[in-house]
């Protein structure tokens, strides 16, 4: 081969590289994906949020990641969401693909005013060394903290708390420990409480209750009065009952009106001395009767038909009719005006019987007398 063709076959060659290769850089940037993800505002104060927008090119699925809230996880290949209050600045990423290749976005939320220190919190009691079965206040409050939970004490003490607040103990019979941890995003710290409580005590001045009713055996829906005393006792408080009895704060003696009842009612009150290291319960029952029966009523239907007119007679065909039909005739009305057989459907089907005999008889005597006057006649 001389050189000439040597050198228009290597140009040749080098043509279709060129082709190849080009074809295939075109293919590459034909189908390569792009995303881009921004902000509607990218500097915000704390707790505060805005809104992400992001869009991709070519993309067949997209992922997100970082952020914050429910951010992370599959996305759509456009779209916009809300960040929801953020404490922190925080970044956002998406990432999106297809068969060529993928492409990854962020954009930076810079939040002004966060925590940058852990939070603080004070727990205190108004009174930490308490007589057997008394009372006393939790009192807390804390810094820079987002969130505060509580653990161990009494009286529903355990479970989420605001930032600040008090609450009763309930009475105590054994010494409690209160404890309530709060945090932010940087950390959290606890800080706990101890009740003290003396021993069983005996009280040199017991309160005492009483309480009773003007009647505990009552008719249905009567009422009555119920009363109550008491010795040593600062303030009482009612439960069950009726009438709102139940639940009030009541004196340490007095009378209440039941309103009328239509069941047994029991009624009890509690009182408490001063500090509530003493308190006693008593109730009264009240018994009812049960409800009377309402009566029947002796109202019943009438099934007897109304008399036939004792003045109606069956008609006489002829005017002639011997004494014989006559007194046929005033049988018929005779025992039409039997009352025996006007009192009841019973009494009707045997009369409409009788009529329907005395008619027939009529008939057969009619008949025999025309016979005689045709037989006369010839």
């Given at each position: ?7 228009i ?6 043509i279709v ?6 074809s ?6 034909a ?5 881009d993800?921004s902000?509607a505002d990218t500097?915000?104060?704390r ?5 992400l ?10 992922v ?18 809300g960040?929801?209050?953020l ?12 068969n ?8 930076t939320?810079?939040v002004s ?5 852990e939070p603080t ?8 060394n ?9 009192r807390?409050s804390?810094?820079n ?6 653990s ?5 003490w355990?479970?989420?708390k605001a930032?600040s607040?008090f609450i009763?103990?309930g ?19 606890s800080?706990?409480?101890?009740i ?13 209750v ?6 505990t055996?009552?008719?249905y829906n ?9 010795t040593?006792?600062?303030n009482?408080?009612s ?7 139940s ?7 007095g009378?209440f009106?039941?309103g009328?009842l239509?069941d047994?009612?029991?009624y009890t ?6 500090n509530?290291?003493s308190?006693?319960?008593?109730s ?11 009566a029947?009523s002796?109202?019943t239907a009438?099934?007897s ?7 109606a007679a069956l008609p ?6 011997s ?9 018929a009305?005779a025992?039409?005006d039997?009352?025996?057989?006007t ?6 089907l ?6 329907l005999?005395?008619?027939i ?6 008949e025999r007398?025309?016979k ?5 006649v010839?």
């Amino acid at each position: 081969m001389s050189m000439l063709n040597k050198l228009i076959t290597l140009k040749l060659a080098l043509i279709v590289a060129g082709l190849v290769l080009g074809s295939f850089v075109f293919s590459y940037e034909a189908f390569a994906q792009s995303v881009d993800i921004s902000a509607a505002d990218t500097d915000i104060q704390r707790n505060s949020g805005t809104t992400l927008f992001w869009s991709s090119t070519d993309a067949t699925d997209c992922v997100a990641s970082g952020g914050a809230g429910s951010w992370a996880g599959p996305r759509l290949t456009s779209g916009s969401m809300g960040t929801g209050s953020l404490a922190n600045t925080t970044i956002f990423t998406i990432a999106c693909s297809n068969n060529f290749g993928s492409a990854s976005d962020s954009v930076t939320i810079n939040v002004s005013g966060e925590y940058t220190q852990e939070p603080t919190v004070n727990i205190s009691a108004d009174n930490t060394n308490l007589a057997y079965n008394a009372a006393t206040n939790i009192r807390w409050s804390s810094n820079n903290a987002t969130s505060c939970n509580a653990s161990g004490g009494t009286n529903g003490w355990a479970g989420s708390k605001a930032l600040s607040g008090f609450i009763g103990t309930g009475s105590l019979a054994n010494t409690v420990t209160y404890t309530i941890t709060c945090s932010n995003d940087i950390g959290s710290k606890s800080d706990s409480v101890t009740i003290n409580i003396g021993g069983s005590m005996s009280i040199s001045n017991p309160v005492t209750v009483d309480i009773w009713a003007d009647d505990t055996s009552l008719g249905y829906n009567l009422s009555t009065i119920v009363r109550w005393t008491s010795t040593n006792a600062a303030n009482c408080r009612s439960s069950d009952g009726t009438n709102n009895w139940s639940s009030a704060s009541r004196n340490t003696s007095g009378l209440f009106y039941t309103g009328n009842l239509t069941d047994r009612t029991t009624y009890t009150i509690t009182c408490y001395n001063s500090n509530n290291s003493s308190f006693r319960s008593d109730s009264v029952a009240i018994n009812v009767s049960r409800q009377p029966a309402v009566a029947q009523s002796n109202i019943t239907a009438s099934t007897s038909l109304p008399p036939i007119s004792q003045t109606a007679a069956l008609p006489i065909p002829n005017k002639k009719l011997s004494s014989n039909k006559e007194t046929s005739a005033n049988a018929a009305t005779a025992a039409i005006d039997l009352g025996i057989f006007t009192n009841s459907i019973i009494g009707w089907l045997i009369t409409i019987v009788l009529i329907l005999l005395i008619i027939i008889l009529i008939r057969n005597i009619i008949e025999r007398r025309e016979k005689t006057n045709i037989s006369a006649v010839k």
